[in-house]
């Protein structure tokens, strides 16, 4: 018996994964102008749990350095309503800090790094260039933007994927 996962990166410029039998279906975090649309994510999230009863992963949240209590405020806004959709739909859902997934999903990467925002101090790693790296070896054929005319990658649409793969490796 296949699972199914449905992985979501919190943010405004998330976005969501749902992993089956290797293939990939993605959604962007749905959005009215610059205010989460509760209503269509419940929807997706209704969706996806109503045809397969998926095993839902999403970031646990912790302190975002540099984020502003607005972005914390925002974030931690969307976890709740995730969390509450997961209930609802009696699906089964993980919470997994980012490093965590990022640790088994980087394994065998060469280290990417980029100059630190703190003066003087040594580069950190660059986990989007990592992730990014990870996806196109995962799933090379995987459309990694949104829209037609879209060339950058999407971040969201790259994290909420690896996500989705951690937990397939996982099991769960």
Request: aromatic content about 6%.
């Amino acid at each position: 018996m296949s699972k199914t996962y449905l992985a979501i990166d919190i943010g405004k410029q998330g976005a969501l994964a749902v992993l089956k039998d290797g293939v990939v279906e993605t959604y962007r975090m749905p959005m009215i102008k610059t205010d989460l649309d509760v209503h269509e994510l419940l929807d997706i999230v209704s969706k996806v749990c109503s045809d397969d009863y998926p095993h839902v992963i999403f970031e646990h949240l912790g302190v975002i350095f540099g984020s502003g209590k607005s972005t914390a405020l925002s974030m931690g806004y969307q976890s709740g309503i995730i969390e509450a959709a997961c209930i609802c739909a009696g699906s089964p859902y993980t919470k997994v800090k980012a490093k965590e997934w990022q640790k088994e999903i980087f394994k065998g990467l060469e280290e990417i790094t980029k100059p630190s925002k703190t003066a003087g101090a040594k580069p950190v790693r660059d986990t989007k260039a990592m992730a990014l790296v990870a996806v196109k070896r995962i799933f090379p054929q995987l459309k990694l933007t949104f829209g037609e005319r879209a060339t950058v990658p999407h971040d969201g649409l790259i994290d909420a994927v690896l996500i989705a793969e951690w937990a397939r490796r996982q099991n769960l």
